[in-house]
């Protein structure tokens, strides 16, 4: 698939997914960010780029992936709610892994990572996926100049927060 | 094609990476050489390769699942009848209430029917009768209805008015005097 073309299918299919993630939320009563489910169900769909042909329609099978999409978000608030997940995210806080788990790389990546903005966290993923800034920007409903600007912003601060952990 | 091994480069090459200047191509060489780094690595060259291992761990896959868009479905039409449900009971409220307004708004007339019917010529003519005893001369008689009778107020030229409270008999055909009041 064209790059182009991706670009095309996010842009018409953007509004559409967008009123099914937020009457989802709204229907499960769920205080969650529409856009954010629409950035990760394009980011899906620019994974399985090289299957579109499979499908007829690129626009059945976004609305597919958004479904997918929120569900999988449903899922995960339910678990952060549980009692369990609270007592580990406490573990899992600055002070206590500052002194238990100080050399352990992975942990140091995932709660930097954790530090960014969910938006910000997306756009490193999507280039890091392969994506091209107007494609990104696409996805994201932006500008590539404010795309650029946004993972520019994203990278430095999760270089500097990484270097303040590993100190 | 910037030479990745010259350290120089390399360092020009992060900095463009950080102010999101790279292109995809350069960015591949900058994860490839960090990949496969060998220790030990310059403290800038260790923060890069952290940083590029940040994002490379964000990418990964996913399994597209019918099941979960099933769920969906699910999800949202229960969704939809429980408003369903919601918007039934509001209208069989207000067709009870319509109901409840149609049988009931045709009794409260005939109760105000039966609390103050209308006097007939024929009751008239009786209470004037049975005021005749206690009348004087030239009396004027004003009837107005009440609960189960009427009230009869009667004034004279020289007399103070006077009032008469008369009630129908259950039967309905006669009536007689309740109570009265008189002025003097």
Same mark, same amino acid.
């Given at each position: 698939m064209e790059s182009q073309d991706f670009q095309n299918i996010a842009i018409s299919v953007h509004p559409k997914l967008m009123n099914l993630c937020r009457s989802f939320f709204n229907r499960q009563e769920l205080a969650y960010d529409a856009e954010d489910a629409v950035q990760e169900t394009l980011l899906r769909l620019w994974q399985m780029r090289d299957r579109l /042909?499979?499908? %007829?329609k690129p626009e059945a099978l976004a609305m597919l992936i958004a479904k997918n999409v929120c569900i999988d978000i449903l899922k995960l608030n339910k678990e952060q709610h549980e009692p369990l997940d609270e007592a580990r995210n406490i573990i899992g806080n600055v002070q206590a892994d %500052? /002194?238990?788990?100080?050399?352990?790389t992975e942990r140091i990546i995932s709660n930097a990572v954790a530090r960014l903005p969910r938006t910000q966290q997306r756009m490193l993923m999507m280039r890091a996926e392969g994506m091209s800034m107007v494609e990104i920007a696409a996805t994201c409903n932006a500008t590539p100049t404010s795309t650029k600007t946004m993972i520019c912003a994203a990278r430095k601060k999760l270089m500097e927060i990484l270097k303040i952990r590993r100190d | 094609m910037t030479n990745i091994y010259d350290i120089t480069k390399r360092r020009q090459l992060a900095e463009k990476y950080l102010n999101a200047e790279t292109s995809a191509e350069e960015e591949r060489m900058l994860r490839d050489f960090y990949s496969h780094a060998e220790e030990p690595l310059a403290p800038e060259d260790e923060d890069m390769r952290l940083l590029m291992d940040a994002t490379d761990r964000l990418s990964g896959g996913f399994v597209l699942s019918d099941e979960k868009a099933e769920e969906f479905d699910r999800l949202m039409q229960k969704g939809s009848k429980k408003s369903k449900i919601v918007a039934l009971r509001w209208i069989v409220s207000a067709v009870a209430a319509i109901i409840c307004a149609v049988l009931f708004l045709p009794v409260r007339p005939t109760d105000n029917a039966k609390e103050q019917p209308e006097i007939s010529t024929s009751e008239l003519l009786e209470a004037i009768n049975i005021l005749s005893d206690v009348g004087g001369d030239n009396m004027t008689i004003t009837a107005s209805s009440c609960n189960d009778g009427f009230i009869i107020k009667t004034s004279t030229s020289n007399e103070p008015p006077s009032s008469y409270i008369l009630r129908r008999c259950s039967d309905g055909t006669s009536i007689e005097l309740k109570s009265q009041v008189i002025n003097f």
């Open positions: /042909s499979e499908y %007829q %500052q /002194s238990m788990i100080a050399h352990d | -």
